[in-house]
């Protein structure tokens, strides 16, 4: 249902889809409300096309309505299973996040909120972000900004991201094939044991580990000890719901990158793994190379 409240806004954006504004960049865009001070009801479109990208706008006033798209072709069907999350700065104000559909908005990310840093996630087919500035006598000072990523709602270590399906992560024994898949596939992998965990909040702690080696990683969440080293170390976010047993074994470590921290996926003992790789290995169906010396 269309809120009261909202309806001088719906014929705005009705109105402003037709003048459609693109940004130069395809993945950040930053603008400024200046540009329209005068007119504080105008809602200005902002055109992004990457997986990941931020955006900043300065001094807000009016609204602008952000539509977020894959960067690579994909069939209606995958799009559909796209999601967006969204990671406010801790310096963000000025303004509300609204997801936009169909004329209806809802409230995503008060401002009050966004000083929290915390990670909000929602289905692209959802709606768009309708951002709108809260009026103030002076603009002076405001600024909204977040991160931004478009991430599959199916895939290795996605049911273990707790902002992408809130209350229902579960740590259960991934199978063969997920295992196989997620080594080939995740955004790191590699095998360490775990050195500590710390307190977190009540989704995730943290934990530090120490890989003795590296298969594959997509940004450079584990740094390199050197040649008296000769391990890696870095920081892994466990969901609360799984528990992490410091020193002991060595396991199979494989997750996903949100916003520059790894998020652990599937971890089998690195023993179970290596039998496994060996018999896919010798079945001529292992999906990819790792090397395991």
């Known amino acids: 249902m269309l809120r009261p409240w909202a309806a001088h806004w719906v014929a705005a954006v009705l109105l402003c889809r037709a003048v459609a504004q693109y940004s130069s960049d395809q993945c950040s865009w930053r603008g400024s409300g200046l540009s329209h001070e005068s007119h504080r009801r105008d809602v200005e479109q902002v055109y992004l096309r990457c997986s990941q990208g931020s955006l900043e706008w300065l001094y807000p006033t009016g609204a602008i309505i952000v539509n977020l798209r894959s960067n690579i072709e994909s069939s209606p069907g995958h799009m559909s299973g796209l999601h967006v999350c969204i990671k406010p700065q801790v310096y963000s104000q000025g303004s509300h996040v609204y997801l936009e559909h169909a004329g209806d908005l809802r409230l995503l990310l008060a401002e009050k909120d966004q000083a929290q840093g915390t990670v909000h996630c929602f289905s692209l087919a959802e709606g768009v972000l309708f951002v709108e500035a809260i009026p103030q006598a002076d603009i002076s000072r405001r600024i909204t900004a977040f991160q931004y990523e478009l991430v599959p709602s199916q895939g290795p270590a996605m049911h273990m ?133």
């Open 161 to 293: 991201f707790p902002y992408l399906q809130p209350g229902l992560v579960a740590c259960k024994p991934c199978s063969d094939e997920e295992v196989l898949m997620a080594v080939c596939t995740s955004d790191f992998a590699g095998s360490g044991v775990f050195q500590g965990v710390a307190p977190g909040t009540n989704k995730h702690s943290m934990a530090t580990v120490t890989l003795r080696r590296l298969f594959h990683q997509k940004s450079r969440v584990f740094a390199w000890g050197g040649a008296r080293g000769r391990s890696w170390s870095g920081r892994i976010n466990v969901p609360a719901q799984c528990s992490v047993r410091p020193g002991g074994d060595e396991y199979l470590l494989t997750g996903s990158v949100h916003f520059g921290e790894a998020w652990l996926g599937c971890a089998p003992r690195y023993k179970d793994f290596l039998k496994l790789y060996i018999q896919v290995q010798n079945a001529g169906t292992n999906p990819c190379q790792v090397d395991t010396n």
